[in-house]
């Protein structure tokens, strides 16, 4: 079974947020689809261990935020990477309450969705909720909405082992000449990695710089894991 098959399938990037009685959280997920048109139905799938998924099964309630291209991947990270169990994710996020009650991310999204929760399906390590769609709308009509493919492709983004269409990534194998170069790391914690060649471009840090030479105090773009988190590669 060749399991890249799933990559061939369109995913985009979104923040689901939910919750009640001022108590809210939000994650990042990447498959949500329209179900019907007339009344207009919404699917999410969302991964029992996650936060997030303890407040749609209480609340019965979510709200999808579809992300932008230009959507900075510290704000990924803080969405994908870490949990609102340990931290507020949505202090200094740019949010509005819906029709639903629950705070809608509106930083760098291209539109958004609120829903009810009319259904849900176990599918094991995730649930599927279907929403009735109470309220849509379009922020940014000029904005390119995230793919998953570009978020992988030009973002060099990674998935975390709770979504859906996570898969071990198999280490690419050694050139049977090495070329000699600065070593690449690999954070322990979300997977990314950071290569001297090009750098921190939204850290400030410029192509060529060795992860030994980096300021004490960076940090991972993604998840926010310092330095001593990375591994190195080979």
């Known amino acids: 079974m060749n399991k890249s098959a799933f990559y061939k399938i369109s995913y985009g990037l979104y923040v689901i947020t939910s919750g009640k009685e001022g108590r809210f959280n939000g994650q990042i997920a990447n498959t949500v689809f329209q179900v019907t048109s007339e009344p207009p139905t919404i699917a999410v799938s969302i991964n029992k261990q996650n936060f997030t998924h303890e407040h749609i099964a209480a609340s019965r309630r979510f709200a999808v935020s579809i992300l932008e291209e230009a959507t900075p991947m510290t704000m990924i990270g803080r969405f994908g990477f870490r949990c609102g169990r340990d931290i507020d994710k949505l202090e200094g996020i740019r949010t509005r309450i819906g029709k639903t009650g629950v705070p809608v ?130």
């Open 105 to 234: 991310v509106t930083d760098h999204a291209v539109a958004f969705i609120e829903a009810e929760v009319v259904g849900e399906m176990d599918c094991g390590t995730h649930t599927i909720f279907l929403g009735r769609v109470v309220d849509c709308d379009v922020l940014a009509a000029a904005a390119e909405p995230m793919t998953y493919a570009y978020y992988h492709a030009v973002k060099g983004g990674k998935s975390p082992k709770n979504a859906p269409t996570y898969q071990q990534e198999t280490p690419p194998k050694p050139a049977a000449t090495p070329v000699a170069r600065a070593a690449r790391y690999t954070c322990k914690v979300c997977g990314y990695i950071y290569d001297p060649e090009k750098g921190d471009p939204d850290g400030n840090v410029a192509a060529g710089t060795r992860f030994e030479d980096l300021p004490a105090d960076w940090v991972c773009p993604i998840c926010g894991a310092g330095k001593d988190q990375f591994k190195k590669e080979g």
